[in-house]
């Protein structure tokens, strides 16, 4: 702990936390702030005006970042039938139907991310609060929801994310590792902002986006404009 605070604190006197930073400064003092022993995860933070009370006012969506997340991506579908062979050629790795959704319901929860077939939504939906809290249920909305089996494994493997919003009305979402260069860094925060935005309840009066923060995984928060 001694270590990790002095290490943190050296981090601290690099940034101003009541300064509100454009993204490029941002992500370049980051990339400056004292490394770990692990590669960073870099995330964006967003407070929302929304009230998630209303079911109307939940933001969520699917995100393709030009340059991926940095991370090997375990996918899961749940299918069967035809769909079955084209989630094998697409790379998925576990493959399967109520076998699969039993054993999630047991305690299993080696993976990132789970398409579905829409047949198999009926008996998905009892893992809902399971799935849910950890943003892993499938959603039409995110593309994971799906009979192009072979669309949305390729893309969950290319880097495609899926984000919405929680109880306290924020949305958080990993783009990409300390490591990629500030370019790529940029690049991916750029799409995230574009695509939260777009995601805008009609409901919404005003500022959608109140705050956003841009971090890694172990360094101080940089709000940006």
């Not at 605070?5 to 993204?23: C, F, G, M, P, W």
């Not at 980051?30 to 590669?39: C, S, W, Y």
């Not at 960073?40 to 030009?66: A, C, W, Y």
């Not at 198999?120 to 849910?132: E, H, N």
């Amino acid at each position: 702990m001694k270590k990790f605070s002095k290490r943190h604190n050296k981090a601290l006197e690099t940034v101003d936390e009541n300064k509100i930073y454009q993204l490029k400064e941002a992500v370049s003092l980051l990339k400056k702030t004292p490394k770990v022993k692990f590669d960073e995860t870099v995330e964006l933070h967003f407070h929302l005006n929304i009230d998630p009370k209303k079911s109307d006012q939940m933001v969520r969506g699917g995100i393709k970042l030009p340059h991926g997340t940095g991370k090997k991506i375990s996918v899961v579908v749940i299918c069967k039938g035809a769909h079955e062979s084209q989630a094998k050629e697409a790379g998925a790795e576990y493959i399967g139907g109520m076998d699969l959704i039993e054993k999630i319901s047991n305690g299993w929860m080696d993976f990132d991310k789970i398409i579905a077939t829409p047949e198999m939504m009926k008996d998905l939906a009892k893992l809902g609060k399971v799935l849910g809290p950890r943003g892993l249920m499938p959603s039409p909305k995110t593309g994971s929801v799906t009979n192009d089996i072979e669309k949305a494994v390729k893309e969950a493997k290319a880097g495609k994310i899926d984000f919405k919003s929680d109880k306290l009305s924020g949305v958080h979402v990993g783009i990409g590792k300390i490591s990629f260069t500030e370019e790529q860094i940029i690049d991916n925060a750029k799409k995230v902002l574009e695509v939260v935005q777009s995601s805008r309840p009609s409901t919404v009066k005003g500022n959608f986006i109140k705050k956003v923060f841009i971090s890694a995984t172990m360094s101080p928060a940089l709000q940006i404009n």
